[in-house]
């Protein structure tokens, strides 16, 4: 199948320490030969403990970080080539959603301004038809459509999230990535925006930055990323299987659910 996101080799290295002449003297190698392919339509996860440098590969592909080596290619365009215009261009194409639901909203503007901002700036919808496109995304993510004239503080986090997520859809991206997007949340919040998440994938392509992994049993594919590195890669029965990192993880996060329990 044709892949929609193409990264080859990607490296991302941060300074760890520095001598007392300021030059570098130690790294950390967050990103460290990445490679993946998300085709379109379906759903990819990138997994692993916190710190595996999974996070930072949705930076490195939104370009909100500057790789050190590799390549990423949309739609077959290398992304690393492209200039300002382009690249505003691509990040309409490509929306994210972050962990922290409270970080991630202006607090001082309405949820109905917080997804028209978006339609604005790419001038993508007369006036006349906002509102309504604003309901419509509401009503997708399990909101209210009165509730677009209320502010982020009036909300939970679970509800924070999903408006969140509505913002993200606002473009009609071409793929959309999932920051441990649920990670922040209590139990029942958490489960509530993973259902809300499968909805929206059917039919799209999206890749899902995750280290709960109840939250990617049912990707097309699952990648598992261990020290900035891939170690392993297939669907969730097939990992569960092979007795890898991907299995060790899952025995851990099932104890420690039957311990909460």
Same mark, same amino acid.
């Given at each position: 199948?044709?892949?929609?996101?193409?990264?080859?080799?990607?490296?991302?290295? =941060?300074?760890?320490?520095?001598? !007392?002449?300021?030059?570098?003297?130690?790294?950390?190698?967050?990103?460290?030969?990445?490679?993946?392919? #998300?085709?379109?339509?379906?759903?990819?996860?990138?997994?692993?403990?916190?710190?595996? $440098?999974?996070?930072? #590969?949705?930076?490195?592909?939104?370009?909100?970080?500057?790789?050190?080596? $590799?390549?990423?290619? =949309?739609?077959?365009?290398?992304?690393?080539?492209?200039?300002?215009?382009?690249?505003?261009?691509?990040?309409?194409?490509?929306?994210?959603?972050?962990? @922290?639901?409270?970080?991630?909203?202006?607090?001082?503007?309405?949820?109905?301004? /917080?997804?028209?901002?978006?339609?604005? !700036?790419? @001038?993508?919808?007369?006036?006349?038809?906002?509102?309504?496109?604003?309901?419509?995304?509401?009503?997708?993510?399990?909101?209210?459509?009165? =509730?677009?004239?209320?502010?982020?503080?009036?909300?939970?986090?679970?509800?924070?999230?999903? /408006?969140?997520?509505?913002?993200?859809?606002?473009?009609?991206?071409?793929?959309?990535? =999932?920051?441990? +997007?649920?990670?922040?949340?209590?139990?029942?919040?958490?489960? +509530?925006?993973?259902?809300?998440?499968?909805?929206?994938?059917?039919?799209?392509? #999206?890749?899902?930055? +995750?280290?709960?992994? &109840?939250?990617?049993?049912?990707?097309?594919?699952?990648?598992?990323?261990?020290?900035?590195?891939?170690?392993?890669?297939?669907?969730? @029965?097939?990992?569960?299987?092979?007795?890898?990192?991907?299995?060790?993880?899952?025995?851990?996060? &099932?104890?420690? +659910?039957?311990?909460?329990?």
């Amino acid at each position: 199948m044709t892949a929609l996101l193409e990264v080859d080799g990607l490296k991302k290295h =941060f300074v760890a320490d520095r001598s !007392l002449l300021g030059r570098p003297t130690a790294h950390i190698k967050a990103v460290d030969g990445v490679s993946f392919r #998300v085709e379109a339509g379906k759903t990819l996860a990138l997994v692993g403990e916190s710190g595996c $440098g999974k996070s930072t #590969v949705s930076r490195l592909v939104l370009r909100l970080i500057e790789p050190d080596a $590799g390549t990423i290619r =949309f739609e077959g365009r290398d992304l690393l080539a492209l200039d300002a215009h382009a690249l505003r261009s691509f990040r309409r194409d490509a929306q994210i959603i972050f962990q @922290d639901p409270y970080a991630s909203l202006n607090p001082r503007m309405t949820v109905s301004q /917080i997804l028209t901002e978006p339609l604005a !700036l790419h @001038d993508l919808l007369p006036s006349a038809g906002r509102r309504e496109r604003v309901e419509e995304l509401l009503r997708l993510v399990g909101l209210e459509p009165r =509730f677009a004239r209320r502010y982020p503080h009036e909300f939970s986090g679970g509800q924070r999230q999903r /408006i969140a997520i509505a913002r993200a859809l606002v473009t009609n991206p071409r793929i959309l990535i =999932f920051d441990e +997007a649920t990670s922040a949340l209590d139990l029942e919040s958490e489960q +509530a925006i993973q259902r809300n998440m499968r909805q929206i994938a059917r039919g799209r392509t #999206v890749l899902i930055i +995750a280290h709960r992994l &109840s939250t990617v049993r049912q990707c097309d594919r699952i990648v598992t990323v261990e020290q900035g590195q891939i170690v392993e890669q297939g669907r969730h @029965d097939e990992l569960i299987r092979s007795g890898g990192r991907y299995a060790m993880l899952h025995r851990v996060q &099932s104890g420690e +659910a039957h311990d909460a329990a």
